[in-house]
């Protein structure tokens, strides 16, 4: 019994693969998306599979790209190094044309060398560790999200620029997420040259005070305070500001663009300006998308679906304009020919970053937050 | 030398102490009657925030505003508190009256994380806003800089809290009870006096000084949430030990050391650095004045 099921199952997969072959063979144009699809972190990878699948069926139903069909090898690499490795040489002997992919930075440093040596573009819809693109080390990969540092850079250039902030205070509290957003402003505003961080602290979570802090920002007579941190930490400061009638222009991370911050800092949270992502549902394509991936699935689409729709719609639109899958046709089609996409019209710059995506200035007005335009 | 900031720096300083001060006292009197270090003494300041956040709320519903708010919310959160501090005494302390030291000890700190949870799952873990009950004097406003209303009102409450603690254990029955209680249970009780109550009596006020320094220190953040009173315990339980525990006055002189300490510290040097002077201070202390500050060294019985 249990000898024929296998014997079948053979049978099966070299039938299938004896089938399948030819279409393999046969003019098409492979695009590879590598990813979570199993594990604690599908949940990040799944959309992005999603998406590809749309854009695809999409393309196809059209006739295909210069005539010719497009069809998706799919990899499950669950955010692991080790096995994104795999999957890439999977990808690579199996003679993939483009990857939309890696999802974790971990995963997509791992496998970028692979790519990097067969000489194949590589965009990911989600790995947003600054070196990726900054370092120059992967001519080969391009993303449809902004790097981390990009809020932090924002935050420097709008206090120096828009603020006209001359004295600046970086204060952070400590964590991951605040000081690195912290460090990476107080680099920005240096670099510039145009402005100075005349204070850089960490303050304590959690404390019940912080008024020689406060202090210290009336002494320095600073022109505006970056904060990195989250809203409970940022309310404190603020209030204690207001009652030390020290009124900067305060400057915070996505951490504190949120309810939590506008509930608890209530009154205080007039006028100050965070980054956060900007709002993509304003473009009409991520709006069109949305409905459709809604009645397709019957639920809202997951993280990261609008960063993968316009990477595989990148990747289209460059195999489109090269003309074919060549590396340099392509490395140049997707720099210099923009796309319309769900998270607004992009190409992208010479390292390989999405011009146009990424982070807007907000300020709270009448208890909400708006868009600094 | 710049005295304009070293003087704002030093207002910082005395108020953030007497912030500490004002929950030490509590901590530092408990311990001082029944040498138990209260652990749970953070979290009843915490739930003294909260029942004063839900009082505000329903009162502020019905129309009114201004120091009748403060002093009503502080009046009910110190009754839960008081209700709360009994009860905690009589299940958790009370089966122990007689064990080794250390079994008290662990049930603290097991009714102070009891609480914690009881109270974010009651209530819930999310910060929240918490409105200013003391009113902006107008006679403060030149003074803003360095000390604002509130700030002021926790001063003097400090202060009295001090006074009153100091006549109520020197001069009244309750207190010569307590004194006492202290120094021998069962010569006590072989006076007559109920020590059960006298210990029931010592909580509930250490419960309504830690309900008190609750309301008035989250009217001055302006938020609060269940993890607020761990924070609070440590730094009250740091300034008892640095003045002596218990001592009142040392209390108080503990927790402006701690606070001035802090401040200059942070002022000065980096705020990133705060909890290190407090600490770094504590040791300093503690090894050239075991007992504290003003602490008398106890001969222990053998």
Redesign the interface.
Known sequence: MQKSTLVKVFAAAFASAAFSLPVLAADTIKIGVAGPHTGDLAPYGLPSKDAAEMVVAEVNAKGGINGKKVELMIGDEQCKPELATNVATKLVSEGVNIVIGHVCSGATKAALGIYKEAKIITISPSATNPPLTKGGEYPNFYRTIAPDDDQAQLAAMFVIEKLGAKKVAVLHDKGDYGKGFADFSKEAIEKSGKAKVVMYEGVQPGAMDYSAVIQKLGREKVDAVIFGGYHPEASKLLAQMGKKKIKVPFVGPDGIKGDGFLKIAGKDAEGVYATGPKDVTQYPLNAKVRAEYKAKYGKEPGTFFDQAYAATLAAVNAIKVAGGTNYDALGKALKTSPVETTVGKIKFDAKGDAEGVGFAVYQVKNGAFAEVK | M?FE?LF??LC??V??GS?YALIALGYTMVYGIIQLINFAHGEIYMIGAFVALIITGVVTLSGYSGFSVLILAAVVAAIYAAAYGFTLEKIAYRPLRGAPRLSPLISAIGASIFLMNYVQLAQTP????FPELVPEFEFMEPW??YV?S?DMVILVVTALVMVALTVLIKYTRIGKAMRATQQDQVMARLVGINVDRVISATFVIGSILAAIGGVL?AS????I?T??G???GI?AFTAAVLGGIGNIPGAVLGGLVLGIA??????YI???Y??VFAFGLLVLILVLRPAGLLGKAVKQKV
Do not use: C, H
């Open positions: 710049d900031y704002q720096l910082s300083g108020v953030k912030i999310d910060f929240l806003p803003v800089q604002s509130v220190i001055r953040t302006g938020q949430n993890a607020i761990f924070m609070a730094k802090e401040t200059f510290g942070a002022g980096s705020s990133a705060e909890d």
